[in-house]
């Protein structure tokens, strides 16, 4: 099979690459398309067959549901039985955006999208040519980052490319994406909200929207309450050290080319490539990934990490950047 890789333009979507990769998803066919978080590898989220290749594709384990894109709440209502006050008011708050909730799920929604589970998880992406695909396919898209299992999330169309080519027909390539890692993941389902995955919207902003408590899952790899949390998720090739800001510093540097990723203060860290990373977690977490995947093209054994500060607004990055470490 041939990819097709067809540029949409951001400001107004090519109406025929939508229309192409609307009528694939329709006959079943699995499409990559942006998102402002990570590039999507999507099918037709009530086709069975369609969503099963997905996993196929990946190699994603059969127990790791997948999240439901739609254009509007309106259509995420359709998908679940329960439609509580709290996500009402995330919805008018953050949709679209990186937000995603987890919440009981209706009849419509097939098995394999929620790995056998009583719970969907759903979500409005804010990019315009993912919302353009959602409205000409007029239905749910299942989608996991379009990345193999295991790997880093893609942020950029030759991302998928290289995973995926030969093996899908069609990537719509939208440039860069903005948010940079995967989106906030936020269980609905009990009597508080909790966090299951971090990402660019935080728990306070969430606590904010509802005016209450909402708990924050402690990662590990014990509880399966959201499978993809698994530490092993986001590993490049490269093994990473994390220098925590009190911790001593490598006294030798380890065998092998080394790449180390500072911060503002550059610390007597040797290594033989330097990357700055940016001092906002928004502009470290729109790069790490792609950093990451250069890191593996120059065939950098151990990257040296200089840790970003244990605060909220970068507990995203830290938490993906423990994922790559582990
Ligand atoms: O930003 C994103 O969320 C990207 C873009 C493409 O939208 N998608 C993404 O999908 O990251 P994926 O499959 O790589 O990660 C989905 C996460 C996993 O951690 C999965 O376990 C969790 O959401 N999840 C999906 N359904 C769930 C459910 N019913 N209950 C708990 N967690 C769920
Ligand atoms: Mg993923």
Known sequence: METRVEKVNLESPNATAIRLAAGLLRDGEVVAFPTETVYGLGANGLDDAAVRLVYELKGRPADNPVILHVADAASAKRLVSEWPQCAE???????????????????IVPEVVTAGGPTVAVRVPAHPVALALLREFDGPIAAPSANRSSKTSPTLADHVLRDFDGRIPLILDAGPTDVGIESTVVDLTGPVPEVLRPGRITPSQIRHALDGDVRVHRGDAERLSSPGMLPRHYAPTARLILLEQDAPLPQEAPPGKTAYLTLAQRRDVRADV???MPNSPTEYAKRLYATLRDMDDQSVGVILVDMPPDTEEWSAVRDRLRRAAH
């Open 89 to 107: 008011a995330l919805a008018e708050k953050y949709w679209p955006g990186p937000l995603t909730f987890v919440l009981r799920k209706s009849s």
């Open 274 to 276: 330097c990357v700055f």
